[in-house]
């Protein structure tokens, strides 16, 4: 009986000595932006955008390519920067390079650090956030242009009509 119990302190000692795994369950953290494409003539419908491209100002490499077309995208920003710019590409031809129609697409904010959790640690709101397009692109218009804080991934933060 001696010996069962400094086993049992021991054993008790080691279980006890665990601490709990900490799992960040908040996913994304960081919220993106969301853009919703429209047709212009027709503002309440979605419009997908064939042949859809989207580039990073610096990068080379598309974030993804679409053929068939996507009519809503998630961007992320840069959180070290209070700028952002996208390339964005689309042909509605035939998916030749010579007829893509390139549009550029701002992005201006604040930012700011929010402490989440130990396990998820901080994520960044952006605030204050302001878009531009270049004024010759196949974008016609985008409403808003401007939104007080992006932290919402349910709806989209920005229209898009072409």
Same mark, same amino acid.
């Given at each position: 009986?001696k /010996?069962?119990? &400094?086993?049992?302190?021991?054993?008790l !000692? +080691?279980f006890?000595?665990?601490?709990?795994?900490?799992?960040?369950?908040?996913? &994304?953290?960081?919220?993106?932006?969301?853009i919703?494409?429209?047709?212009?003539?027709?503002?309440?419908?979605?419009k997908?955008?064939?042949?859809?491209?989207i580039?990073?100002?610096g990068k080379?490499?598309?974030?993804?390519t679409n053929q068939?077309?996507?009519?809503s995208?998630?961007? &992320?920003l840069?959180?070290?920067?209070?700028?952002t710019?996208?390339?964005?590409?689309?042909?509605?031809? *035939?998916?030749?390079?010579?007829?893509?129609?390139? !549009?550029?697409f701002?992005?201006?904010?604040?930012?700011?650090?929010?402490?989440?959790s130990?396990?998820?640690?901080?994520?960044?709101i952006f /605030?204050?956030? !302001? +878009?531009?397009?270049?004024?010759?692109?196949w974008?016609?218009d985008?409403t808003p242009?401007?939104?007080?804080?992006? *932290?919402?991934q349910t709806? !989209?933060?920005?229209?898009?009509?072409?």
């Amino acid at each position: 009986m001696k /010996k069962i119990i &400094p086993f049992l302190l021991l054993l008790l !000692a +080691f279980f006890t000595a665990c601490e709990k795994d900490d799992f960040c369950v908040k996913n &994304p953290v960081t919220s993106k932006l969301k853009i919703d494409f429209y047709d212009d003539t027709n503002r309440e419908t979605l419009k997908k955008v064939q042949r859809f491209s989207i580039i990073a100002e610096g990068k080379t490499d598309s974030l993804f390519t679409n053929q068939s077309g996507k009519n809503s995208i998630s961007i &992320p920003l840069n959180s070290l920067t209070t700028e952002t710019v996208y390339t964005l590409k689309k042909n509605d031809t *035939d998916g030749a390079t010579s007829t893509n129609e390139i !549009a550029t697409f701002t992005i201006k904010y604040d930012t700011e650090e929010e402490y989440v959790s130990r396990s998820c640690g901080f994520k960044i709101i952006f /605030k204050n956030v !302001a +878009f531009s397009s270049s004024t010759s692109s196949w974008i016609t218009d985008f409403t808003p242009t401007t939104i007080t804080n992006l *932290d919402d991934q349910t709806t !989209a933060h920005v229209q898009i009509f072409h």
